[in-house]
């Protein structure tokens, strides 16, 4: 069974810094990675995906993915109190289906 | 991606009673999950509703307790059944493609008295 670790927090930081979010993965040939936002009392919602060693970029938002150290994590620029929430890394299953999720990291943006 | 509309929202339900919960897709997909996020916790996965087949479960959820069915592409339903407290979470319905990313329903926030 793949597993997903995950720094439960909180993360604290303040409003206009980096919010640096990671996760390791214990399957070395898992393929898809993503992160999701959940706000308290809300279901997730899809930030990123990435699939290839690499940063990948969209708006504040950067992925980091480095399968040799199986390691995942996420950037987050110019930190926003809307950005407080749990932050849930997921990993696709071995039949290729279904996510498995880390625990997720709360993260606390103060203004 | 899809729309997913789940119902209920959430519920106070007795203990020893059942539960179905509805996910409605508004188009065709493949894979459908169910998932139960217990409070403070993040998501565990239930099962794969199957299309036109037995629901695949996962290692510590059996059909007895969670019964669940799908009778087309669009449509899934969880039964949470014979309640104890301990039963209490949220559970979420969602769709995805293979190796692809999952989309979620508005959860059912269910609790057991």
């Known amino acids: 069974q793949k597993e997903v670790e995950q720094n439960s927090g909180p993360l604290s930081v303040p409003e206009g810094a980096i919010a640096s979010l990671n996760c390791t993965y214990s399957d070395r040939v898992s393929q898809s990675f993503f992160w999701y936002r959940q706000y308290s009392g809300k279901s997730p919602e899809l930030i990123m995906s990435i699939y290839s060693n690499g940063d990948k970029e969209d708006g504040r938002f950067t992925a980091q993915l480095n399968k040799a150290s199986q390691y995942v994590s996420l950037l987050i620029r110019d930190s926003q109190p809307s950005d407080s929430a749990t932050y849930l890394c997921a990993v696709i299953n071995q039949a290729g289906t279904a996510l498995i999720f880390g625990k997720g990291t709360t993260l606390s943006v103060s203004s | 991606s899809a729309v997913i509309s789940q119902k209920p929202s959430r519920d106070i339900c007795q203990r020893g009673t059942s539960l179905t919960i509805q996910c409605q897709v508004d188009?065709?997909?493949?894979?459908m999950f169910w998932y139960r996020q217990q409070p403070g916790q993040s998501l565990t996965l239930i099962a794969t509703a199957n299309q036109g087949s037995e629901a695949t479960y996962e290692s510590g959820f059996v059909i007895d307790k969670f019964p669940i069915s799908r009778p087309n592409l669009t449509f899934s339903t969880l039964t949470v059944s014979n309640m104890s407290p301990e039963d209490s979470s949220i559970y979420l319905c969602s769709v995805s493609r293979r190796n692809t990313e999952a989309f979620f329903g508005q959860g059912t926030r269910l609790t057991v008295v």
């Open positions: 188009s065709q997909v493949t894979m």
